[in-house]
């Protein structure tokens, strides 16, 4: 299926394989499916009882059918999705909680990343031997899951933009420790200053040809399209029969969110989103004014969505058509208060025993506040021992550390810092192997 720009004034519709490689439209949009064509309700049945990857495949394979053929696309989900993504029920009278983060990085960011990895080494190869370089912003778990996806992988190079002392240590050392072809630049600023830098250094053609710069953000639709396939297999692991359900989704840069409305559109029966927001809520505000006003973002305790200008907006407006009652009709936005998330890590630990990370807090207390009737599944996007300077105070208890974790605390952080300049941006760039 092509791919074109959300601001339609770019060339004519592209093939996925070159969206992926190109990240941004040249017109500075994200790159959109030019349809999404839906199953029928029992095309969808029939995939009860998949595994995920087979899920995966039967969701995507319309939408990347002029770059990838069913059996080239299914033997690359499997190789992507190979980690378990249970949907628990901690509380029988609770909401499910569908646990993304049982991949290498233990977030929820693996299913994107490595699908992506394994899709643009497939199509990397242009006879340039210039390795593609994948630039990346992260307020936390992107850039993790990113540097991970590609470490190693042949013809590529990673360069991970993250706001010093803006991300947990455990986030930090998933992606500065690395080495290879993974390099990581701590920016003096936040999170947007780091988005911002990437959109910049697209922009500046010098330098995204001598890079050969890809995306692996949210902004590239190679993120996004795997990311649709969870929430199939969310709603099929619900119990035959059970009406259409809400799904609660931690927000901050809204991919997350827009992959969920774009499975929606494939077929698959989701009754409403709630869209849950650190106090940097512009898109609650957006959704309840009608005008998008950015903002500086401020730290909170879920530094991952610590977002004050989200790029997905665009990708969800471009959705709905600019209609906002219709994007309304689909999505309510909440905000949830770092008083409030430390109240139900520890409220959910004391009544069902269930340990949640500061990120899936938010959506628990947001699924409290879901309106109607139905089920409510709420998307645990990151391991709690990935936030111990806040779970473990909060629950006043050590959490056990994953193997891999422990071994990458053991060792030192390796970082360029500079201040928030596209020159500094391109001299960390030029001096990184």
Same mark, same amino acid.
């Given at each position: 299926?092509?791919?074109?720009?959300?601001?339609?004034?770019?060339?004519?519709?592209?093939?996925?394989?070159? #969206?992926?490689?190109?990240?941004?439209?040249?017109?500075?949009?994200?790159?959109?499916?030019?349809?999404?064509?839906?199953?029928?309700?029992?095309?969808?049945?029939?995939?009860?009882?998949?595994?995920?990857?087979?899920?995966?495949?039967?969701?995507?394979?319309?939408?990347?059918?002029?770059?990838?053929?069913?059996?080239?696309?299914?033997?690359?989900?499997?190789?992507?999705?190979?980690?378990?993504?249970?949907?628990?029920?901690?509380?029988?009278?609770?909401?499910?909680?569908?646990?993304?983060?049982?991949?290498?990085?233990?977030?929820?960011?693996?299913?994107?990343?490595?699908?992506?990895?394994?899709?643009?080494?497939?199509?990397?190869?242009?006879?340039?031997?210039?390795?593609?370089?994948?630039?990346?912003?992260?307020?936390?778990?992107?850039?993790?899951?990113?540097?991970? #996806?590609?470490?190693?992988?042949?013809?590529?190079?990673?360069?991970?933009?993250?706001?010093?002392?803006?991300?947990?240590?455990?986030?930090?050392?998933?992606?500065?420790?690395?080495?290879?072809?993974? #390099?990581?630049?701590?920016?003096?600023?936040?999170?947007?200053?780091?988005?911002?830098?990437?959109?910049?250094?697209?922009?500046?053609?010098?330098?995204?040809?001598?890079?050969?710069?890809?995306?692996?953000?949210?902004?590239?639709?190679?993120?996004?399209?795997?990311?649709?396939?969870?929430?199939?297999?969310?709603?099929?692991?619900?119990?035959?029969?059970?009406?259409? #359900?809400?799904?609660?989704?931690?927000?901050?840069?809204?991919?997350?969110?827009?992959?969920?409305?774009?499975?929606?559109?494939?077929?698959?029966?989701?009754?409403?989103?709630?869209?849950?927001?650190?106090?940097?809520?512009?898109?609650?505000?957006?959704?309840?004014?009608?005008?998008?006003?950015?903002?500086?973002?401020?730290?909170?305790?879920?530094?991952?969505?610590?977002?004050?200008?989200?790029?997905?907006?665009?990708?969800?407006?471009?959705?709905?058509?600019?209609?906002?009652?219709?994007?309304?009709?689909?999505?309510?936005?909440?905000?949830?208060?770092?008083?409030?998330?430390?109240?139900?890590?520890?409220?959910?630990?004391?009544?069902?025993?269930?340990?949640?990370?500061?990120?899936?807090?938010?959506?628990?207390?947001?699924?409290?506040?879901?309106?109607?009737?139905?089920?409510?599944?709420?998307?645990?996007?990151?391991?709690?021992?990935?936030?111990?300077?806040?779970?473990?105070?909060?629950?006043?208890?050590?959490?056990?550390?994953?193997?891999?974790?422990?071994?990458?605390?053991?060792?030192?952080?390796?970082?360029?810092?500079?201040?928030?300049?596209?020159?500094?941006?391109?001299?960390?760039?030029?001096?990184?192997?």
């Amino acid at each position: 299926m092509p791919c074109l720009s959300t601001r339609g004034s770019a060339d004519a519709p592209v093939a996925v394989a070159e #969206a992926l490689r190109r990240g941004l439209a040249p017109d500075g949009g994200l790159y959109v499916p030019t349809a999404i064509p839906a199953m029928t309700a029992a095309e969808f049945a029939a995939l009860r009882g998949r595994s995920l990857p087979e899920v995966a495949t039967a969701l995507i394979a319309p939408l990347v059918a002029d770059t990838f053929d069913e059996v080239r696309l299914a033997a690359l989900m499997a190789s992507a999705l190979d980690f378990p993504v249970p949907l628990v029920r901690p509380d029988p009278h609770g909401p499910y909680v569908l646990e993304l983060f049982h991949g290498p990085t233990f977030a929820f960011k693996d299913v994107g990343a490595r699908t992506m990895a394994r899709w643009l080494a497939a199509v990397a190869g242009t006879g340039d031997a210039r390795p593609l370089t994948v630039l990346v912003a992260t307020s936390g778990d992107t850039g993790g899951a990113v540097a991970q #996806a590609f470490h190693r992988v042949p013809g590529t190079r990673v360069v991970v933009l993250y706001p010093h002392g803006r991300v947990s240590r455990v986030q930090e050392v998933q992606f500065t420790t690395l080495g290879d072809n993974v #390099a990581a630049v701590a920016v003096e600023g936040t999170f947007d200053d780091c988005q911002r830098l990437v959109k910049a250094a697209f922009a500046d053609q010098a330098l995204a040809g001598a890079h050969r710069l890809t995306s692996a953000n949210s902004i590239n639709i190679g993120r996004l399209l795997p990311q649709m396939a969870y929430y199939a297999w969310a709603i099929l692991q619900l119990p035959a029969g059970s009406p259409p #359900a809400t799904v609660v989704v931690p927000s901050g840069n809204l991919g997350n969110l827009t992959a969920g409305v774009m499975a929606t559109r494939r077929g698959v029966p989701v009754r409403r989103f709630v869209s849950a927001t650190t106090v940097n809520d512009p898109f609650p505000r957006f959704l309840a004014t009608g005008t998008f006003t950015p903002q500086d973002a401020v730290p909170t305790l879920a530094s991952a969505m610590d977002v004050g200008q989200p790029s997905n907006l665009e990708r969800l407006t471009w959705l709905f058509d600019g209609d906002l009652a219709r994007l309304r009709a689909a999505v309510t936005g909440l905000v949830v208060t770092d008083d409030e998330v430390l109240a139900t890590i520890r409220e959910a630990a004391a009544g069902s025993g269930y340990v949640a990370d500061p990120h899936t807090a938010i959506g628990l207390r947001a699924a409290r506040l879901a309106d109607g009737d139905g089920p409510v599944v709420v998307l645990s996007t990151a391991h709690p021992a990935k936030f111990p300077e806040v779970v473990e105070p909060t629950l006043q208890r050590v959490l056990p550390v994953p193997p891999s974790l422990a071994a990458r605390l053991a060792l030192p952080v390796v970082a360029t810092r500079i201040p928030p300049q596209l020159d500094a941006l391109a001299a960390a760039m030029a001096s990184t192997p």
